[in-house]
Each structure stands twice: as C-alpha cells, then as structure tokens.
T-cell receptor, first 113, second 115 residues
Framework: QQQVKQSPQSLIVQKGGISIINCAYE??????FPWYQQFPGKGPALLIA?????SEKKEGRFTISFNKSAKQFSLHIMDSQPGDSATYFC????????????FGGGTRVLVKP | DAGITQSPRYKITETGRQVTLMCHQT?????MFWYRQDLGHGLRLIYY???????DKGEVPDGYVVSRSKTENFPLTLESATRSQTSVYFC??????????????FGPGTRLLVL
C-alpha cells in the first residue's frame, strides 16, 4: 500500500520550460511534505518543504503548491535548466511520530538544452 | 567535515550470506535511518533509531537487523541475504524533530547485489 503516489515517473522538458510533478497522499495525519532531489550516484538532498497551513511556498525557481482538501501537492520547476536533470521525490511525515518519511516513487526529470 | 558516510559503496554477495552495511555520521545527530531504494518504489524505510540503544522498525524490516551502541554509528545487517534484497541502501541522519520536522541528511548509498 503506497501512501504517497507520485506522477509522472519521468518527464522531458526543454531548457527554460516548466517541470511539474504531482503527488497525492492518503493519510490525513501527514503534516510535513518535503521534496528531495537526487543526482545519479548520490544520496537524496532536501530541496524544499511545506506544511499544510500554507498553500504555496517558493524558493528561487522551485515552488510547492499544496491542496489540503484534495490531499495533493506538486512541485513546479520554473525556467528549467540542464542542471536540474535529476530524480525528484516527494515525501510526507507526521511530526508527532518522529521524523519518519514516506516517499513517493520518484520522477526522473531530463532537461534538454 | 565528513558528514555522513557509508561503507562499502558496492558489495556483491551470495544468497544466504550475512552482510553488514556501515553508516557513520560526524554531526552527533540523534536520529538515524536506513532506507532501501528500488525502481518504482522510491525510498522505503527499513529501520530507524531515535538515539543510542533505541531502534524501531520501519515499513520493510523483515530480513534486516540493526544496532546502535554509539550515537555516530548505525550498522545494518542482512542476516541471510536473499536476491530480493538486491537494492541501493541509504543511511540518513537528522537532529531530534522536537518542535518540528528536521531535515534528513543522506549518505552516498551502498549498492548491494545478491547473487
């Protein structure tokens, strides 16, 4: 039973375009939603995170949109660059249950120059 | 500034053998985690530890054993390796999440092949 479902599995975008990755969760107790970025041969690294008390968070070219009623959240990468080519994972956790993350299946993003 | 390291980086073993993957962090983080990464499944939590001598099961603990006698080390042992345990294993650490979530910092991973 996958509690966090991520789509698409892969996407190709032209340089300067917008990359959009979507995640849906089932457990309404989740209260922390981070996105991790992973380059080949490396471990994942935190990119940006959001809590359900806000609907949007922006850091540079990366934006998280959060829809609590739909139990969905998404990552938008604006002005995508070849250096953004990586695998992106959404995740969710329950603050009161410690720091355990439940990850989505991942999205491999390729930005073509 | 070593951060979090894992060893070995690559390991080939045979079915039925015992294998231990090592994880070491230099930040004195209280929390440590083991995940496995498989295509299509993202990362799945195997075991985690809130402090030395405190460990608990994650989503996929069967076939694995952990220990944490020192804050900085969190070894993962496959007692009798099976082919289904072929995967990339990541160790992570974080500060105590008291008062809010803390960023998890991941190691470089160990790629394990069980023949």
């Amino acid at each position: 039973q996958q509690q966090v479902k991520q789509s698409p599995q892969s996407l190709i975008v032209q340089k300067g375009g917008i990359s959009i990755i979507n995640c849906a969760y089932e457990n309404t107790a989740f209260d922390y939603f981070p996105w991790y970025q992973q380059f080949p041969g490396k471990g994942p690294a935190l990119l940006i995170a959001i809590r359900p008390d806000v609907s949007e968070k922006k850091e540079g070219r990366f934006t998280i949109s959060f829809n609590k009623s739909a139990k969905q959240f998404s990552l938008h990468i604006m002005d995508s660059q070849p250096g953004d080519s990586a695998t992106y994972f959404c995740a969710a956790s329950i603050e009161a249950a410690g720091n355990k993350l439940t990850f989505g299946g991942g999205t491999r993003v390729l930005v073509k120059p | 500034d070593a951060g979090i390291t894992q060893s070995p980086r690559y390991k080939i073993t045979e079915t039925g053998r015992q294998v231990t993957l090592m994880c070491h962090q230099t930040w004195s983080h209280s929390y440590m985690f083991w995940y496995r990464q498989d295509l299509g499944h993202g990362l799945r939590l195997i075991y985690y530890s809130a402090a030395a001598d405190i460990t608990d099961k994650g989503e996929v603990p069967d076939g694995y054993v952990v220990s944490r006698s020192k804050t900085e080390n969190f070894p993962l042992t496959l007692e009798s390796a099976t082919r289904s345990q072929t995967s990339v294993y990541f160790c992570a650490s974080s500060e105590s999440p008291a008062g809010g979530q803390e960023t998890q910092y991941f190691g470089p991973g160990t790629r394990l092949l069980v023949l």
